[in-house]
């Protein structure tokens, strides 16, 4: 298993510490938010990446993906009926595409609830029509770059654009590029599946739909910090002998962030370790 550390957990730290201290926790890698690195992450350059690449090697570590990617600048939305705005956002995440490349990121991860949530008056088929021309773009983008760009399911409460697992498998179908996926988020998982997470996850892995995955309770804490079940999601991956990454999410930092990414490493690895 390779673990990562969700750097807004720790994102009041300079970054270096960041690093430091995913180390110590016995992560491999930091699942980068981008909002963390520059105020306007729209400015973010190869230059950046390379100081990025160089902080967490030298702590040996690896940037294992981007996430929570449209949270600056405000604004923004791959559902807009507005074709400027839908433009700008879709160049938006094209920079972030290579960026992460640069920083030597193999996976994106697409969530962002409200900026491809219907806008008022837009049914949820035409958001998720125009989201799906923006994913498509991407897809093309990031395999020009060597990355995969995924799609993550998200819970109703959060936006009724694309929730299931099934939806966006079929998302990936439609647009049919290798650099397209999707991905399991446990808490929206186990928040909105009728079936469990870890029988969802086998049939996807199976099918070749799912690249990467993320932990944390339906309660929005950190894994092992609630009564979402987590050891039978890392038994199979165990069993398909997945080579992908595994990242830390929780939402909800207690007792306090650092105690709570220590948690939930220590609860993964351990449940990890007595599977091998």
């Known amino acids: 298993m390779r673990l990562a550390l969700c750097n807004e957990v720790l994102r009041e ?41 160089r902080d967490t090697e030298a702590h040996g570590l690896a940037v294992s993906s981007l996430h929570w990617l449209m949270v600056q600048p405000t604004g923004l939305s791959i559902a807009t009926p507005d074709a400027a705005l839908h433009g700008r956002s879709v160049a938006f995440l094209e920079r972030l595409v290579a960026f992460a490349a640069a920083c030597g990121a193999g996976v994106l ?16 088929a035409d958001a998720l029509a125009r989201c799906e021309a923006a994913w498509a773009r991407l897809a093309d983008v990031a395999r020009q770059h060597g990355v995969v760009y995924c799609i993550e399911p998200l819970s109703r409460a959060e936006t009724p654009v694309l929730n299931t697992l099934a939806e966006a498998v079929a998302v990936v ?41 993320q932990l944390n309770d339906r309660n929005r804490r950190g894994p092992g910090q609630g009564d979402t079940p987590v050891a039978p999601v890392l038994r199979v991956l ?22 709570c990414a220590a948690a939930s490493a220590g609860y993964v690895r351990g449940i990890w370790e007595a599977l091998a």
């Open 173 to 213: 179908d439609r647009i049919g590029s290798p650099a397209l996926r999707t991905m399991l988020d446990l808490s929206a998982a186990a928040v909105t599946e009728v079936e469990a997470p870890d029988v969802l996850l086998a049939r996807h892995l199976a099918s070749g739909h799912i690249a990467h995955v």
């Open 109 to 124: 991860v697409h969530g962002s609830p409200a900026q491809r949530a219907p806008a008022p008056g837009q049914t949820v």
């Open 13 to 53: 730290r300079p970054f270096a510490e960041q690093c430091r201290l995913a180390a110590a926790l016995g992560c491999q890698g930091l699942e980068l938010a981008p909002f963390t690195l520059a105020a306007d992450p729209s400015t973010l350059d190869e230059a950046q990446a390379r100081a990025v690449r």
């Open 238 to 259: 165990h069993a398909a002998g997945y080579g992908g990454w595994v990242a830390l999410e929780p939402f909800d930092y207690q007792p306090e962030p650092l105690a």
